[in-house]
């Protein structure tokens, strides 16, 4: 059980680098004049909070689906209490919502590489995606 907690742990420090990289892709993309949904920013936020909650939970596997739950976001209640499953789970629907508002506001070159720059986002989380298995 220790195993997978630590594995459980190192996942969420790799999706929190995977966080810092959209996070600062909404950023940019606001900037460009692009009108982002306040879901996004949310998401961001509550995102940052699982994170912070997996690092110092004293045992990851006491967390129940409720208490992943109160965190607000696309993904409420469809990961039960595996806390790296929701925060994947958000920030994959963040990367979405950026390329596409990218795409529709600001030009399928500027989509082109902000999804490139996100991609680099999930590089160092894919030994750990159940789906690449």
């Not at 692009?34 to 004293?58: G, Q, T, W, Y």
């Amino acid at each position: 059980m220790l195993a997978h907690e630590e594995s459980v742990r190192r996942q969420c420090e790799e999706l929190e680098k995977a966080w810092g990289i959209l996070n600062e892709a909404a950023i940019e993309l606001g900037s460009h004049v692009v009108n982002l949904p306040a879901d996004v920013f949310l998401s961001l936020r509550e995102v940052k909070s699982m994170i912070a909650l997996c690092k110092s939970h004293p045992k990851l596997a006491d967390l129940t689906s409720k208490e992943v739950d109160i965190f607000e976001g696309f993904c409420v209640e469809c990961c039960g209490p595996d806390i790296a499953a929701r925060i994947r789970c958000e920030l994959r629907n963040i990367e979405d919502v950026l390329v596409l508002k990218a795409m529709n506001e600001a030009g399928s070159d500027y989509a082109l590489r902000l999804q490139q720059k996100t991609m680099k986002a999930w590089e160092s989380t894919k030994s750990f995606d159940v789906s690449a298995a």
